[in-house]
């Protein structure tokens, strides 16, 4: 049996151990009956109180009869000594390794009572008792994980602190078992796609660790790299398309976590080596820059349908693409220098006009509220910038943008009222284009037909 029988009466039995079992503590006898404080006979019931006397020295008048008073809540258990919770800890582990029963898993680690120890219960789940086992069920331990961290049993600090202790031997795990980089992936992998911790805290801490006095020796070793690379792809497998938008986030590199000997390839050849490692999910859109670049040679215009036959779904209508898909078309068809009036030479920005739309409208705009034509005008803001601000250029672009239907007089102005803008040459964009946002803010927009 898993959890220990009652005692005879008068016995209170003592903590989980190897001879009565069970994942719960056991339970003490009725109350009343329970061993004196040299564990003799039953301490007898205590006899009624004597009823006090007035002021006047009488007997005092009886209360009125009132409800019974709550139980006082049982005092928190006693922390475990050390020896007791390895104990405990081991059955929990051996417990669920039999029958993977989640629930009853979950149960006993809060009874454990020692949130202060679940970075170590983490370290021996994944590391100590997990790269030891054989026939080890990794899928099972992650739906243990997920649940703790899901039932707030494991903060995102436990998860970081227990994983930082696994990163810090990573290297000795490896030699060995090869596939640990894997297994670990496969157990981060649910908690980052359902955001009970951050791509990039889980990042620092692999760039961080290292055995004790070794920070950074993890990434020095070149053993980071991979590492990070199977949380990627068990991410990617756990939830397609997350990890890609968990990058994004992360303000993270890949070469943030190579050693100096592994960075002169990447160098030389950043799409090859991101291949070769099975990584090409997090750059969706260098397949589609190449593809858009040989469409536009030679001053053609790319269709529409450009966007549908070259792009991932996940990626229509993101400002990603947005900038992308208009530096590529604002390099092709504005010179390099025109005159003031930017007449002629920008008649060929007409043609354009239906893929630019396109590249603002799909599934990733309608989930960002609008972000895509925000973009859009940022981007022509980043060109003009970097074309060093020609005269007159920012507002034929504005007009012609806007007469196409390409941008909207809402985005233009959120634009204009976005302080938070940290694109270059914002400043001198809203100067020029002063005169023609004066006119656009009284200006009444068409009706869709």
Not at 169 to 177: A, G, I, M, S, V
């Amino acid at each position: 049996q898993r959890s220990g029988g009652m005692g005879p009466p008068g016995v209170q039995q003592q903590g989980m151990g190897p001879q009565n079992g069970g994942r719960a503590g056991a339970k003490a006898g009725p109350p009343g009956l329970q061993g004196g404080p040299q564990g003799g006979a039953p301490t007898p019931p205590a006899l009624p109180a004597m009823p006090t006397r007035g002021a006047g020295g009488g007997a005092a008048k009886e209360a009125a009869p009132s409800k019974p008073a709550k139980a006082a809540a049982a005092p928190p258990p006693s922390k475990l000594s050390d020896e007791e919770y390895e104990e405990k800890r081991k059955l929990v582990i051996d417990y669920f390794n039999d029958d993977h029963d989640v629930t009853e898993a979950v149960k006993s680690v809060k009874e454990l009572e020692s949130p202060e120890r679940h970075a170590d219960l983490i370290l021996n789940m994944v590391a100590i008792d997990g790269f030891s086992r054989r026939n080890m069920d990794w899928p099972a331990l992650a739906k243990l994980l997920l649940a703790l961290a899901e039932q707030s049993v494991l903060t995102a600090k436990h998860v970081l602190d227990g994983f930082r202790k696994v990163f810090d031997d990573f290297e000795d795990y490896l030699c060995d078992l090869p596939k640990a980089d894997g297994y670990v992936g496969s157990l981060l992998a649910p908690l980052l796609a359902n955001g009970h911790v951050t791509l990039a805290a889980v990042g620092k801490e692999m760039m961080q660790a290292g055995p004790e006095g070794e920070e950074g020796a993890l990434v020095e070793g070149g053993t980071a790299l991979g590492a990070f690379a199977a949380v990627l792809k068990a991410v990617e497998a756990e939830a397609p398309g997350k990890a890609g938008a968990l990058w994004q986030e992360s303000g993270l590199t890949l070469e943030g976590f190579m050693a100096d000997f592994e960075r002169e390839d990447f160098e030389k050849d950043a799409a090859k080596e991101t291949s070769r490692m099975g990584l090409s999910f997090l750059f969706p859109l260098d397949a589609a820059a190449k593809s858009l670049g040989e469409a536009l040679a030679g001053g053609a215009a790319a269709p529409a349908s450009w966007v549908a036959d070259n792009v991932p779904e996940a990626e229509r209508g993101s400002p990603a693409l947005v900038r992308l898909v208009y530096a590529k078309v604002l390099s092709a068809a504005v010179p390099e220098s025109s005159s003031d009036e930017w007449e002629s030479e920008l008649e060929a920005m007409g043609a354009h006009a239906p893929l630019l739309k396109a590249a603002a409208s799909g599934a990733a705009d309608r989930k960002s509220g609008g972000a895509a034509e925000l973009a859009a005008v940022s981007s022509v803001q980043l060109f003009c910038h970097e074309r060093g601000h020609p005269k007159g250029l920012m507002t034929r672009l504005m007009k012609d943008l806007y007469a196409a239907d390409v941008v909207s007089k809402r985005a233009v102005l959120q634009w204009k009222d976005d302080i938070k803008d940290a694109t270059p040459g914002k400043q001198k964009a809203l100067l020029e284009l002063l005169a023609w946002l004066n006119w656009l803010e009284t200006a009444e927009e068409e009706p869709d037909e």
